[in-house]
């Protein structure tokens, strides 16, 4: 039995003309022999009426201090109506389908409602449903916790659910269809010239989507990667043959080094980071770290000097940050409203002048660079907000990604 798992994102099933297309794919799938595993998030974007966030904000407008375990509750109706207009959309078609929520697909959480850990797939239902002809169609980003609540898998949570079940299937491959036409060389939405990757690593992938590309989930190409399943990206509304998710060949190696350019794959942005500095430090309290990460504050890009501490937390975390800070009298000084800019591509490290040309680049723009991370596969810069598109199109500009 020969699965795909195909995973319909927010725009892709809005309108029942998007709907439709999307039916069109399943059944396409189906006709080419597969066995279509359908995953589907809730309908349409932030404002339209069954939307993740619609719900969330609906929630917290009765009663802004709702419970977890209910909060999730009603985020987690967006998927399930969205499943069951789904697989009636395939049987107005002709085609047998059954709608399932996370929980009757197999997928069993912790309680740690809103961000809940899948702990065990068990994808019997599905494979019986597979079966008797029918095409299952599971309603994404939920699971079940071993007491029957509902649960829900935090950012990015149907295509988790798309790679869990295709792990728990052994499926043949991952499709994801949103509306773009496959992972860009930037966010075409501040890049008009960004252009699409036909391949790409799991690990550069896993690097772009983890440094703010909304496109896919981090957490799902990990899962790919470790299953070896091969994720297709591609866009709901055409049939281009949009991005393979992959291992990169030895040939594809060559060419990296060849091409100086090649050695950055894209440029991603994440906006609202807060810029701390903790000043006159002799020596950091350990203490000070620990609370940080007990109170789930996680700092990022950080430098500790010896008399100085330099990190960014996410910016809604800013006044808890700020507050312990105080409350063990350190001096600190606070940059709110910074993003961080990152060049993401596998092969930088040992390539000597990669940081070099993005310091001139943004320099050139007009950018002033309030901090830099790198790893061996991203060199990341802190700039203003204000900064951001200017930056992205900068260091695109700089490594010729347009020209992909
Ligand atoms: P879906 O609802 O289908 O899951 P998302 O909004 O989560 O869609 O992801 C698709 C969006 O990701 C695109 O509309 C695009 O603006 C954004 N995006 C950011 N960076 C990239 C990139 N490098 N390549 C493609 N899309 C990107
Ligand atoms: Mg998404």
Known sequence: MKIIVQKFGGTAVATTENRKNAAKKIINCKKSGFWPVVVVSAIGREGAPYATDTLFNFAKEVNSDIELR????????????????????????????????????????????????????????????????????????????????????????????????????????????????????????????????????????????????????????????????????????????????????????????????VVITGITYILDRTQISVENIDDIDDNLLHRFAKNNISLDVINIFPSKLVFTVDGPMTSKAEHILDESKYNYKTIKNCSKISAVGSRMKGVPGVIARIYSALKKSGIEILQTADSHTTISCIVRNQDTVKAVIALHDEFELWKR
């Open 70 to 261: 209910e909060l999730d509750l009603i985020m987690s109706c967006g998927e399930t109506i969205s499943s069951v207009i789904m697989a009636n959309t395939l049987k107005d078609l002709g085609y047998q389908a059954i709608a399932l929520t996370g929980g009757q697909a197999g997928i069993y959480t912790d309680h740690s409602y809103g961000n809940a850990e899948v702990i065990d797939v068990n994808p019997k239902r599905i494979l019986k449903s597979l079966k008797e002809g029918k095409i299952p169609v599971v309603a994404g980003f939920q699971g079940i916790a071993d007491d029957g609540d509902l649960t829900t898998l935090g950012r990015g949570g149907s295509d988790f659910t798309a790679a869990i079940l295709a792990e728990a299937l052994n499926a043949h491959s991952i499709e994801i269809y949103t509306d773009v036409d496959g992972i860009m060389t930037a966010d075409p939405r501040l890049v008009p010239n960004a252009k699409v990757l036909k391949t790409i690593s799991y690990e550069e992938v896993f690097q772009i989507a983890d440094q703010g590309a909304k496109v896919i989930y981090s957490k799902a190409v990990e899962i790919a990667k470790r299953c070896g399943i091969p994720v297709l990206i591609k866009n709901a509304a055409n049939d281009l043959p949009g991005t393979l998710i992959t291992s990169y060949s030895s040939k594809d190696k060559k060419k990296i080094i060849e091409d100086p350019n």
